[in-house]
């Protein structure tokens, strides 16, 4: 049972235009959603977080939305670079002291 | 961002030895460290949950005694993958997290190979 799903293994997207990269999930009890990017044979790095409480959060050319009602939430990226290409992954936890759950993954291709 | 050391980054042994993966944070302490593990175009698998000082917790299906887990210090933890098979072959990786933030932070993953 896939808590966080990542429909999308791939995309491919124009330097210097949007990347939007989606995830949805299925536990409601989830509180904090997060998304990292991963570069091959290199442990995940943290890109945005949200809390659950909150719809939208900006850092930089990385925006993060949330709806909580349709359990899905997708990461922004704006303009594209092609140093963003890289595998992202979704991930998800509940409130406390509890590990992250995470999707299969969207790799990002972005072309110059 | 928060600093975490994992080593090796890639190890090749033979079938039936042992492999022992650390896990340090660097510049804070680590109250919770998670071991993950990756098969090839799959996601980042949860194996074990570790508090410090106390016992690891692990996921369905993960062998506590093939995969032994020692958290003995908040900066320090260790994997070690006993009597290794050719299909424990994987990519491990561990993460660490403090009380004061929301995300957690990863190491650079270990890359092992059983022969």
């Known amino acids: 049972d896939q808590q966080v799903k990542q429909n999308s293994p791939s995309l491919s997207v124009q330097e210097g235009r949007i990347s939007i990269l989606n995830c949805d999930y299925t536990n409601s009890m989830f509180d904090y959603f997060l998304w990292y990017k991963k570069y091959p044979a290199e442990g995940p790095t943290f890109l945005i977080s949200i809390s659950s409480i909150k719809d939208k959060n900006e850092d930089g050319r990385f925006t993060v939305f949330l709806n909580k009602s349709a359990k899905h939430l997708s990461l922004h990226i704006v303009p594209s670079q092609p140093g963003d290409s890289a595998v992202y992954f979704c991930?998800?936890?509940?409130?406390?002291?509890?590990?992250?759950?995470f999707g299969k993954g969207t790799r990002l291709s972005v072309i110059a | 961002g928060a600093v975490v050391s994992q080593h090796p980054s890639r190890v090749i042994c033979k079938s039936g030895t042992s492999v022992k993966i650390e896990c340090r944070s660097l510049d804070f302490q680590a109250t919770t460290m998670f071991w993950y593990r990756q098969f090839p175009k799959q996601s980042l698998m949860l194996m074990a949950t570790?508090?410090?000082?106390?016992?690891?917790?692990?996921e369905q299906g993960v062998e506590k005694d093939k995969f032994l887990i020692n958290h003995a210090s908040l900066t320090l933890s260790t994997l070690t993958v006993t009597s290794a098979h050719p299909e424990d072959s994987s990519f491990y990786i561990c993460?660490?997290?403090?009380?004061?933030?929301?995300?957690?932070?990863f190491g650079q993953g270990t890359r092992l190979t059983v022969v």
């Open positions: 991930a998800a936890r509940r409130s406390g002291n509890t590990p992250l759950v």
């Open positions: 993460s660490a997290r403090d009380r004061g933030h929301t995300e957690a932070f």
């Open positions: 570790s508090n410090e000082g106390s016992k690891a917790t692990y």
